[in-house]
């Protein structure tokens, strides 16, 4: 019993020192992010005479408004575009028993082995062939595409759980297909939805690559762009630099906190039973 | 159901349509690019042949890249597949406190949400020399011989690199094996502590080899991830100092973003292609040839 005890305290304070690895560069971030330039390069570990929240209001309007709207634009509509295309292909795999959907589901599955750096370059050229490059589209587009994959396999096992009697009673109510899906499918789904989108956006809101190399303009640039420009456009301002950096990662974080149990419930329901 | 026999295959048709155009078409163009001299300002191609190809093996960076990308690959396989997992287990063992084990999770979860890019300015932050978070603790735990230039050093700077992406995916890979245990049935548990087995054994010998699958998706995205490896260095290093964190997606980049050199860079996209897929289809037969 007592071996027991001893051994419960040491692997609880185990978890205390890993979560303090992970929390003590972001304290120390956002320490420094609330001092003056001054103190910042006196010490960087000692506490600011008074916190100078102005940094944050300064990232803000330096230009991160900007970003972030850009940001809830395409996040927004490649979310909506996921959901939507995804869940429709994985409702068309599991529910009918239609003649090839195995084959289907391994080519769209295959999709996930692909890269965004392997697509780089002829997606670049497409774009700027049919005139997307330079819009918001040109990043929707390829992130609604690249993200059908891995929501279509996560669908796809919650789908197939779903039992059969309740399409059959629907049937005799006199449902279409299509009502079948958004009365009885979709609403059965929510937690899956609510999984899906959690690990969509996070991907989405975050990505540097396609929109580094096919947003151009200032005006069009998601925040990850927005940060590196950023960098350059404030030099030795390193606090509001740190504000922004902050700013930035603060959505994503806020909503998985509130979401966390529907998440992890979610991707349980879905994923493959041991 | 009766429905027309086309129905299924309208529901399938949009997603499908768009996988095609934008992720398999051009990755197909793309093994036809590596075979052509091509600019990003203008709309025509010549055939070369193979001499992108060989350009691209006589590079005399191509030795560092693989160092690099390989060095990437197997820390995160140990760090984040091997590490994360023994966390997810201790995390859901009787040991661990039932009131805290979910807010554990998801500090360690808290990293994987944070963009590259921020991710990648905070630890430049972190490893800068003078005001950094590192060299400050050490010299204000007297450790000054500890101190050093992190990024700026060739020698170590990829490590500071590869840290930097432990502390970030390492509790990804743990909430995905948590919801895996989650799912192994508890009648083989208690079955098998029936049988006697204690809890390090009914780990190894029992919830592991059910989490099989699982683990098993993480270890390919984790190999995957190392070799299209870019934001990381791009925002950290972007390649320096000299070439010494050099990595293959950052040479795909550079080559056809800056040298203009599309050919080249179609043949990096080819040659991350091939490497991800050997990798890939290895560990699948690995994990199948554990099968009875």
Request: aromatic residues 14%; glycine residues 6%; positive net charge.
């Amino acid at each position: 019993m007592k071996k027991h005890t001893i051994l419960k305290i040491l692997l609880n304070a185990f978890f205390v020192i890993l979560a303090l690895i992970i929390l003590l560069p972001m304290a120390w971030m956002i320490l420094n992010s609330l001092k003056t330039n001054q103190e910042l390069f006196r010490d960087s570990l000692a506490l600011p005479a008074a916190p100078q929240f102005k940094n944050w209001i300064n990232a803000w309007n330096q230009g991160l408004y900007k970003y972030f709207g850009n940001s809830l634009i395409v996040s927004g509509s490649s979310l909506i575009g996921i959901l939507i295309f995804s869940s429709f292909l994985a409702y068309g795999l599991t529910r009918f028993k239609a003649k090839g959907s195995g084959i289907i589901f391994l080519v769209v599955l295959g999709g996930m082995a692909l890269s965004e750096q392997v697509a780089l370059v002829p997606l670049y050229k497409m774009l700027k062939a049919v005139h997307l490059y330079n819009t918001y589209w040109a990043v929707i587009l390829p992130y609604i595409a690249f993200r059908i994959p891995f929501t279509v396999f996560l669908m796809r096992s919650y789908f197939i759980s779903i039992p059969k009697e309740l399409e059959e009673a629907a049937v005799v109510d006199g449902y279409n297909s299509f009502q079948i899906f958004t009365k009885i499918i979709v609403p059965i789904s929510k937690p899956i939805f609510a999984s899906c989108a959690i690990v969509c956006l996070n991907h989405v809101w975050n990505e540097f690559l396609f929109a580094n190399v096919f947003l151009e303009s200032k005006k069009l640039m998601t925040i990850p762009i927005g940060l590196m420009t950023f960098k350059g456009d404030l030099r030795a301002d390193y606090v509001t630099m740190l504000a922004g950096i902050i700013i930035a990662s603060l959505p994503m974080i806020i909503l998985f906190l509130c979401m966390s149990k529907q998440f992890v419930r979610g991707l349980t329901a879905g994923a493959v039973k041991g | 159901m009766r429905t027309k026999k086309t129905t299924p295959y309208l529901y399938m048709l949009p997603g499908c349509a768009m996988v095609l155009v934008f992720v398999y078409i051009p990755v197909i163009a793309n093994c036809v690019y590596s075979f052509f001299r091509l600019s990003s300002y203008s709309a025509g191609m010549k055939f070369v042949g193979l001499d992108n190809y060989i350009r691209f093996f006589h590079n005399e960076s191509l030795g560092i890249m693989l160092r690099n990308n390989l060095l990437y690959c197997v820390i995160s396989l140990i760090v984040q597949v091997g590490f994360g997992t023994v966390i997810a287990l201790l995390l859901e063992s009787k040991l661990a406190s039932s009131r805290f084990r979910n807010a554990f999770r998801n500090i360690y979860y808290i990293p994987a949400l944070i963009s590259l890019t921020a991710v990648g300015l905070m630890f430049t932050f972190i490893y800068e020399p003078n005001l950094g978070l590192l060299n400050s603790a050490f010299k204000a735990l007297g450790l000054t011989s500890m101190t050093q230039s992190w990024l700026g050093d060739s020698k170590i700077a990829i490590y500071c690199i590869i840290a930097m992406s432990q502390w970030q995916y390492t509790g990804y890979i743990t909430l995905l094996m948590v919801v895996a245990f989650q799912n192994v049935s508890p009648d083989y548990i208690e079955a098998a502590s029936i049988d006697g087995a204690g809890p390090v054994r009914r780990a190894i010998s029992v919830v592991l080899p059910l989490a099989k699958e699982q683990l098993l998706v993480c270890s390919i995205i984790t190999v995957i991830g190392a070799f299209k490896l870019f934001t990381e260095v791009y925002s950290t290093t972007a390649g320096g100092p000299g070439n010494s964190t050099q990595v293959l997606g950052l040479f795909l980049y550079q080559n056809a973003f800056l040298h203009d050199d599309l050919g080249m860079a179609a043949v990096t996209g080819v040659f991350i292609f091939v490497i991800t897929m050997v990798l890939s289809v290895i560990q699948l037969k690995v994990s199948r040839s554990g099968e009875v």
